[in-house]
């Protein structure tokens, strides 16, 4: 009975069968065939069945040592014989879609409120926010903590070479750039004559030779001081404009601005730090005693402390007023006296002998400042300049607009912040945009037929009432003109104006004394009087201010363009300001070229009070923003702060300046005790008030029971 082995192959084709553990007949030849030569597919037999079926024909024993189901048995590959036929057989193919293999499934935990599930789902929602409710006290709760275990960390170390870093430097200078650049043109040129001088000298004489030698060198020279001149010209010209492309540069300016604004800082810092009321930080002397330095110290304080005691009692006796109660007196035994000290001034040479005619707070941003220049007179008058200071750099202005006459008047708007309005001695009004890189003004009062005929001397910004009708709700520009109008521009695509008052002239109430002769009738040469300022009401804007040319305060109304609500007077010269107190709303204070100031209340047509502490014109004057009894004035001889809670009569503290200079207006710092006074030689002094006991009783019968007293005596 013949026997039959298999043999079993791997994937690389390797013999891997295995070698029985025992055979009966050693030297009997077992013949071998390889499995696949004859294997036959049942289609529904078992993998055992098929391997039985090829190991073992019909009547002989399998082999156990070779009945291996696990095996991998390789068949041989049969090359299969194609014939015609089968090529032109039809095949049918049919493709079918495999199934869907998901790699990352991340179930959603957001359902439709349309779904199956969501009644569901809300109602399990419910109950876990009830749970979450009634969980604090609740004693079937229990709070446990687990510990999460977190990767151990692991430090990761890369070996590389060593970075070895040289410092190299070379020196070039403009000769040896002339040499690399022109080295090759000069070569052609020298070979050249070299070759015409070798040809000329072999058909002449030795003393023609001499000659020619001669001549040549001189050409050579010629034309080489030809080229290094011509070199240098066009090296020089290149360099300028690679000088120029650096300067006029969008980045270079950007780097300036950010380097003067570092420097500027460093060296304003302790005023500046002042000025924001921050403590001022002193770098302590380095001394080789330091025993010494300290009682040094501890002396000069001694007997500064010693100093200022004495100053309070040699001044308190002329700080306090007898008419003022006893318990407003109490604090000026505890205090230092006030005073002025200069911090810097904003100057530069575009400002130098120009006027500060005008000053104005930016409403965004406090710390930008608008300063017009121009003169008030009309003998002095030349161009005029605008210029937006900034903290960060005093010795600069941030932008400069040129005005072809003297600025008269400026502010900045509420709504936009970025617009400045701009009135000029001609009645020209324009309006600049500062976020703008241009100095060209975006509106102009001079396309518009009702523009102004006489100096603008003051403009404001005004934000009407909400009760007012919708077209008057935007913001507006108010102006007063020494042509007699205070008109209301409207700012759109052009400037838009309507008349809010014509002031007019009041008649003479002069009497003829006795024996004198009948008066003949004065004929005016102009209805209207010259406006020169105006303040709306804090608390209700449909009512403001005007005063005039003629020493007069007009109250209007701006339903009214005719008629006068009350007519103030007391002055006896030009009306330069009229200022509403801010707490104490039913008083104002106004300013005259009559060398006074006058507090009046708007139910007395006479003043209340009159402060004379000079005998020259006082310009300007403003409240303080924080205390309803303390204002600041300027007259062309100094400055002074009043505090009516201390003294009706007299500054509690001034501050005079160079007699050829004269004060010409004042603002009051936003949130500091700064007060900024601009006069005649283009500088604008920037002051802190020290010392100042500013009372906190913003009550709006608080100045009346102050001042009560002095009007009863």
Known sequence: MEEYAVRVFDDEGKDVTPHPLFHSDPDAAVPRRTCGSSSISKPNASPMESMLDETVEPGSQGDPAVSLSDVQVRPEEIKEQLTEEDLDRRVDIYLTDTETIWMLDMPSVVASVESEDAGRILERNKIYVDICKNRPGNDRFAEKMMQTINGAAKNKEVQCDKIVMEDKGVVVTSWDLYDSFNVSEIEPASKGEATNGKSSTSHTTKKHDQTASVTSARGNITSVTTLESAALARTHKKEKNHFEAILTSEKFQQDLFFMERVLMENIFQPKLAAYRQFPVLIDPPVTSDSAGTVVAVKEAKQEEHDKGKKDKEEQKEALIDPSIPSDLNKPMEETVPPSLEQLWSYTCDLTQGLNVSSMAWNKVNPDLLAVGYGAFDFKEQKKGLACCWSLKNPMWPEHIFQCEHGVTALDFSMASPNLLAVGTYSGTITIHNVQSCTTTAILNSRD??????????????????????????????????????????????????????????????????????????????????????????????????????????????????????????????????????????????????????????????????????????????????????????????????WDLSVSILDPVTTHSGNPEVKFTSVLFAKNTDCLLVGDSRGEVSVFELQNLAASSSTKVDALYDVISPALTT
Request: glycine content about 4%; hydrophobic content about 35%.
């Open 448 to 641: 518009s037929s009702e523009s102004h005929t006489g100096p603008v001397w003051q403009l404001k910004w005004l934000e009407q009432d909400s009760n007012t009708a919708e077209d008057d709700k935007r913001e507006r520009l108010i102006s007063v003109s020494a042509d007699g109008r205070l008109t209301k521009w409207l700012v759109q695509k052009e400037l838009n104006c309507t008349d809010l008052m014509k002031i007019k002239r009041a008649g003479s109430e002069k009497k003829n004394l006795p024996r004198e002769k009948e008066r003949k009738s004065v004929v005016l040469i102009s209805r209207q009087a010259a406006g020169m300022c105006f303040d709306f009401h804090p608390k209700d804007t449909n009512f403001y201010l005007a005063g005039t040319e003629e020493g007069l305060i007009h109250k209007c109304s701006c339903s009214y363009d005719q008629q006068f609500l009350e007519t103030y007077k007391g002055h006896k010269g030009p009306v330069y300001k009229v200022a509403w107190n801010p707490f104490s709303t039913d008083m104002f204070l106004s300013c005259s070229a009559d060398w006074s100031i006058k507090l009046w209340h708007q139910n007395s047509q006479t003043p209340i009070l009159t402060f004379s502490s000079t005998t020259t014109v006082v310009h300007d004057i403003m409240w303080s923003p924080k205390s309803v009894f303390i204002f600041a004035a300027v007259n062309e001889s100094r400055v002074e702060i």
